[in-house]
Nanobody, 127 residues
Framework: QVQLVESGGGLVQAGGSLRLSCAAS????????MGWFRQAPGKKREFVAA????????YSTDSVKGRFTISRDNAKNTVYLQMNSLKPEDTAVYYC????????????????????WGQGTQVTVSS
């Protein structure tokens, strides 16, 4: 199983940017689809973005399209989430996750598809 540690969260004003990082260890990082999820207080954890193990395919939820970009550096065992034009509704704890299966051909996008999770990093966007 992959161990994941997120970093890069913080407090930012609306319209600002943050870049989240997720460092992986203990597994073959390059063989897993990686994803970012978020959970606001009182709400369910929701999908934000995912990137395939091959880096050829990315998905993001409609609410962040054009503002957030997911990327990965397999040499550094790290996945990133660049967040621009942040809005107060982006406020949440952001979690990094690794697919439960290696080399899956369909990019995972639900919480049930992911087998390893980080501890989360808080992102707060003030208006």
């Amino acid at each position: 199983q992959v161990q994941l540690v997120e970093s890069g969260g913080g407090l930012v004003q609306a319209g600002g940017s943050l870049r989240l990082s997720c460092a992986a260890s203990g597994g073959t990082f390059s063989s897993y689809t990686m994803g970012w999820f978020r959970q606001a207080p009182g709400k369910k954890r929701e999908f934000v973005a995912a990137i395939s193990w091959s880096r050829l395919t990315t998905y993001s939820t409609d609410s962040v399209k054009g503002r957030f970009t997911i990327s990965r550096d397999n040499a550094k065992n790290t996945v990133y989430l660049q967040m621009n034009s942040l809005k107060p509704e982006d406020t949440a704890v952001y979690y990094c996750a690794a697919d439960a299966y290696r080399f899956r051909t369909v990019v995972a996008r639900t919480t049930e598809d992911f087998g390893s999770w980080g501890q989360g990093t808080q992102v707060t966007v003030s208006s």
